[in-house]
């Protein structure tokens, strides 16, 4: 068998390469491991619940997935910008003020912060608000060193910054290289976090839509890759192709180095209590477990039945979700209200591979190495997000079609 061009991998930088090829009319054919679309972005669906894999947002500041999206049709629900953060006596919201005027009052008097701390994000936001890695040439650090030489104390950045952004990255320490934490803060200024009200399954199931069936194969692995750009599946087929584009971890068959990865422990919990304030992501600095918190239901009541809230509770690192469920039910207890037993434990994820390891300098190695017609693709090769996924696929069509 033949074709113009292989993808192996149907995640978002696979499936942008594909749309994109599918437009064009060229030849190709997606080689996906699993039964469905979306890697690391999606959803299952069991029992009128929809759990995210892992809790996800999307950021309506993602230019370039918005062109291969219709938003409207995916029907984005939005979280409250900012967070309800719990000091490890009560909860305090910290907001954007122009963008919540409801919350205009309680960010601005909020102890979380100093009126400096203040006026230095607000002038962080504006400093970074056309950023780009690409253009940035300053000297790399960790992004907790690069907010100390903001002159941020050590008050906001242990109560908001450190938790939230420990969220995104999925690291405690926040050592991620501070050029990703200013491409996500920038996006964070700019755009809203969301969910499809469908759930976050959405997005790849709308970019694949226009790809044919039979261009896609499922549960194939991809075992080998033979010298005359023949790929050899683990049924011993094997296919030949013009460009193979590799993405996700498929790159380790040409015996390159692999991607390291942050990981996390999402657990879910349905529960008849709905918080006064499930629109906004809870943010725990003083919890020895729980990093965030957020009432999926609360923004779109198609995550749960009707009478029920659906509680995604995120924990960094690996954990037998389990075994400390009832710790967590407790924490919820305590935190929202009602009985333990009014927090059903329903399903969780331990996810080693959630989110791309960006240390410092990161961003400074030739992270894109294309050999005799095959390219790497992948978010690894631009940045850790959905944005960056599907940029590197855009890429990879570019790459072939020169």
Same mark, same amino acid.
């Given at each position: 068998m033949k074709t113009q061009s292989i993808? !192996?991998?149907?995640?978002?930088?696979?499936?942008?390469?594909?749309?994109?090829?599918?437009?064009?009319?060229?030849?190709? +054919?997606?080689?996906?491991?699993?039964?469905?679309?979306?890697?690391?972005?999606?959803?299952?669906?069991?029992?009128?619940? !929809?759990?995210d894999v892992g809790f996800q947002v999307y950021n309506t500041a993602y230019s370039n997935?918005?062109?291969?999206?219709? +938003?409207n049709e995916i029907d984005l629900k939005f979280f409250k910008p900012g967070a309800r953060v719990h000091d490890g006596k009560h909860f305090q919201i910290i907001s954007d003020p122009m963008r919540d005027l409801g919350q205009l009052l309680s960010s601005l008097f909020s102890s979380l912060s100093s009126f400096s701390d203040k006026i230095k994000i607000l002038l962080l936001k504006y400093e970074l608000s056309n950023y780009s890695i690409d253009n940035d040439h300053q000297e790399d650090c960790s992004t907790f060193e690069y907010l100390q030489g903001k002159g941020f104390s050590d008050k906001i950045i242990d109560l908001f910054f450190r938790p939230f952004f420990a969220g995104i990255f999925l690291e405690k320490k926040i050592e991620t290289s501070s050029k990703f934490f200013k491409y996500v803060f920038s996006n964070f200024s700019r755009g809203l976090a969301a969910l499809p009200s469908n759930g976050m399954q959405a997005i790849p199931d709308f970019i694949s839509k226009n790809i044919r069936d039979d261009l896609i194969m499922f549960n194939s692995r991809v075992i080998r890759i033979k010298d005359n750009n023949t790929i050899v599946l683990d049924n011993s087929e094997e296919i030949k192709a013009d460009t193979i584009i590799l993405t996700g971890d498929s790159h380790e068959?040409?015996?390159?180095?692999?991607?390291?990865?942050?990981?996390?422990?999402?657990?879910?919990f349905s529960s008849s209590i709905f918080p006064e304030f499930g629109s906004y992501i809870h943010l725990f600095p003083k919890d020895n477990l729980i990093n965030n918190i957020a009432f999926l239901s609360s923004i779109s009541p198609n995550y749960s039945p009707s009478s029920k809230c659906l509680i995604s509770v995120s924990i960094l690192g690996l954990y037998d979700g389990k075994s400390i469920r009832k710790s967590i039910q407790k924490k919820l207890s305590k935190y929202f209200g009602g009985s333990e037993q009014q927090y059903d434990f329903i399903k969780?994820?331990?996810?080693?591979?959630?989110t791309i390891n960006q240390p410092v300098n990161y961003f400074s190695n030739n992270l894109v190495k294309s050999k005799n017609k095959i390219i790497v693709a992948g978010d690894h090769t631009v940045n850790g997000s959905i944005e960056g996924a599907v940029i590197s696929g855009l890429n990879a069509f570019r790459q072939i079609k020169i």
């Open positions: 993808i !192996i991998g149907g995640g978002l930088a696979g499936l942008a390469c594909a749309s994109k090829m599918q437009q064009e009319k060229h030849e190709f +054919l997606v080689i996906e491991k699993s039964d469905r679309l979306g890697g690391r972005v999606g959803s299952i669906y069991e029992d009128k619940f !929809i759990f997935t918005n062109s291969l999206l219709d +938003l068959l040409l015996g390159t180095k692999p991607t390291q990865y942050n990981s996390v422990t999402n657990l879910y969780s994820f331990e996810l080693k591979k959630a």
